[in-house]
């Protein structure tokens, strides 16, 4: 199979689990937790160990760190724009009845995965098992964040396939973002490149930092997120050698 379907199936597969699995039958908060926290291991991995040396080697170290501040910035925007709900464990914010929950989670859900989308694409740039392991680590972000959109919107409409399709549609953006990302960042300039990689960087550490840690740890006792998240980064330590 060619490595860009492989990525696209990769990437559709955690909207489509999440959102199958919110019109059918919510999963535990403790799986769930351990999911989020193994892909903040995965996406803090991948940032420290393969993108900002990669962004470096292929700029210079002052690019590789505007990139990730960029890329930081960009995500604090959005989050302040956009009516964000964090979709890890389906939490409204304080004021807004279910219905618009429903609808701002997926707003912010659309915006968030177009730069995901585009971080998959960026980390074909030095080759496509990088892009690979950041399109898992996305993926498994995703799966909650489906629950937690078609869950809300089935609760309201009780059209189970309608509520799974409109979910489901959260994919687009990040599809959108992975192909434009690939097939044009032969034609961009190297330093932009360079910003672009450390910009994903720090996309993904944001990510992780504002919303998977806090959400995957802060409720459990008994120290098994910590596990998963040391798991998902000795993943990426592994998988580096193959």
Do not use: Q
Request: glycine share 8%; aromatic share 10%; with cysteine.
């Amino acid at each position: 199979m060619h490595p860009v379907t492989t990525i696209t199936l990769i990437a559709i597969s955690g909207p489509l689990i999440g959102s199958l699995i919110g019109v059918v039958k919510k999963p535990s908060n403790r799986f769930m937790y351990n999911m989020l926290a193994f892909a903040a291991g995965v996406m803090l991995a991948v940032s420290f160990l393969e993108l900002i040396p990669e962004s470096i080697e292929l700029s210079s170290i002052w690019i590789a760190v505007l990139g990730i501040i960029l890329g930081a910035a960009v995500m604090y925007v959005v989050d302040k724009i956009i009516p964000h709900i964090h979709p890890s464990m389906c939490s409204k914010e304080e004021g807004h009845n279910i219905r618009r929950t429903a609808y701002y989670l997926l707003i912010g859900i659309f915006i968030h995965n177009f730069p995901e989308g585009l971080a998959m694409g960026l980390g074909s740039v030095t080759e496509m098992k990088l892009s690979m392991l950041i399109a898992v680590a996305i993926a498994i972000h995703d799966i909650p964040e489906g629950v937690c959109t078609s869950a809300p919107y089935y609760y309201i409409t009780k059209k189970r396939l309608k509520s799974f399709l409109v979910s489901f549609s959260t994919a687009i953006p990040t599809l959108l973002g992975f192909f434009l990302a690939y097939y044009f960042y032969p034609l961009i300039p190297m330093t932009m490149v360079g910003i672009m990689i450390g910009a994903t960087a720090g996309l993904m550490i944001y990510i992780s930092s504002d919303e998977l840690i806090p959400t995957s740890c802060c409720k459990l006792t008994d120290h098994s997120t910590i596990f998963s998240l040391i798991f998902g980064v000795i993943s990426v330590v592994l998988l580096g050698f193959l």
